[in-house]
């Protein structure tokens, strides 16, 4: 099983929709989650943590499960800016250091 | 620009070069990653260094050989690489490797073309 699991999508979404992608991690030991957002051909960048109580940034939404090992990222009004590729990430402590341990990726395409 | 700093972009090898990827932060951080990212594959961690000492080798072969002179700079030395190599070779940084969230921040990459 996949340390980090995640729909690779595509997801084609029109301009206004909203979209929700999940993922699901395996290590229950795991201690912080992350959204990061990577355009084509460019570096991931932090989108958002993720808290277990939920946070919301503008018109995205994180939620943390941790009793399901469950994440999920809602976007709200989707913008043709938002097509990207999303990348679910789960740290945790590994031999006395934290490791970042990465999904494949949901890839997202909002059309006009 | 996120404060991480990766040159070349672009690299283009033969299976018989040697070549080095150099990256270069400005954030204070003390801990420093190899990332290899290959298509339609995850992020696959490297090398960890933490005030600049290797805390992670995740059983790389040896024709890729780290190099972290201070907690600022790292290098990626290349030698007799292989065509499953080619592949986006991501620099990251953070503020350690202990506790606390662990934000990482990312070079803008080399992409790695071996012929």
């Known amino acids: 099983r996949k340390e980090v699991e995640q729909d690779p999508g595509p997801f084609n979404v029109p301009e206004g929709a909203t979209v929700a992608f999940n993922c699901t991690y395996s290590?229950?030991?795991?201690?912080?989650f992350f959204w990061y957002r990577q355009d084509c051909r460019k570096e991931p960048k932090l989108l958002m943590s993720v808290y277990s109580s939920g946070n919301e940034d503008g018109r995205f939404t994180a939620q943390l499960n941790r009793a399901s090992q469950y994440i999920s990222l809602l976007i709200r009004d989707s913008k043709l800016s938002d097509s990207a590729t999303y990348l679910c990430v789960v740290n945790a402590l590994n031999t006395g250091f934290q490791k970042l341990v990465f999904g494949t990726g949901t890839r997202l395409l909002v059309s006009p | 620009e996120t404060g991480v700093t990766q040159t070349p972009r672009h690299l283009v090898m033969g299976m018989t070069n040697k070549k080095s990827l150099k990256c270069e932060q400005h954030l204070g951080h003390n801990a420093m990653y190899w990332y290899k990212q290959s298509a339609k594959k995850p992020l696959e961690l490297m090398f960890v260094?933490?005030?600049?000492?290797?805390?992670e080798n995740n059983s790389v072969p040896s024709r890729f050989s780290p190099e972290c002179p201070n907690s600022s700079h790292l290098f990626l030395h290349l030698h007799t690489l292989q065509p499953e190599d080619s592949a986006l070779y991501l620099c990251?940084?953070?503020?350690?490797?202990?506790?606390?969230?662990?934000?990482?921040?990312f070079g803008a990459g080399t992409r790695l073309s071996v012929l």
């Open positions: 290590n229950s030991a795991s201690q912080s």
């Open positions: 990251a940084s953070s503020q350690d490797v202990g506790e606390g969230e662990n934000i990482q921040y």
């Open positions: 260094y933490n005030f600049k000492e290797q805390t």
